[in-house]
């Protein structure tokens, strides 16, 4: 079955930065689109970043242009996100998903403080 195991969450400072990733399996990875999105306690879950099956397009969140940047390796069933200038609202759970077929991961939690 599909599976998407997201890492590189914890604690930071703001201003700091942190790079999460999420491997896939049990499916043909490099055909999907994937995406990043995260939940703050009490807050709806947002779309943050995503990216298009061959990584030659990719859209974020006002909130994090400028900041965050989503990859992926197809080789390594990966997707990456790189987030810089990290700041306090930035903390929450992020998750990673197949947008097409539905899938989430577990869940990385990101706390950004001081």
């Known amino acids: 079955q599909v599976q998407l195991v997201e890492s590189g969450g914890g604690l930071v400072q703001p201003g700091g930065s942190l790079t999460l990733s999420c491997a896939a399996s049990?499916?043909?990875?490099?055909?999907?689109?994937m995406a990043w999105h995260r939940q703050a306690p009490g807050n709806k879950r947002e779309l943050v970043a995503i990216?298009?099956?061959?990584?030659?397009?990719?859209n974020y969140a006002d909130s994090v242009k400028g900041r965050f940047t989503i990859s992926r390796d197809n080789a390594k069933n990966t997707v990456y996100l790189q987030m810089n200038s990290l700041k306090p609202e930035d903390t929450a759970v992020y998750y990673c998903?197949?947008?097409?077929?539905?899938?989430w991961g577990q869940g990385t939690q990101v706390t950004v403080s001081s």
């Open positions: 990216i298009t099956s061959t990584g030659g397009s990719t």
């Open positions: 049990g499916m043909i990875f490099r055909i999907n689109r």
């Open positions: 998903n197949i947008p097409d077929r539905g899938f």
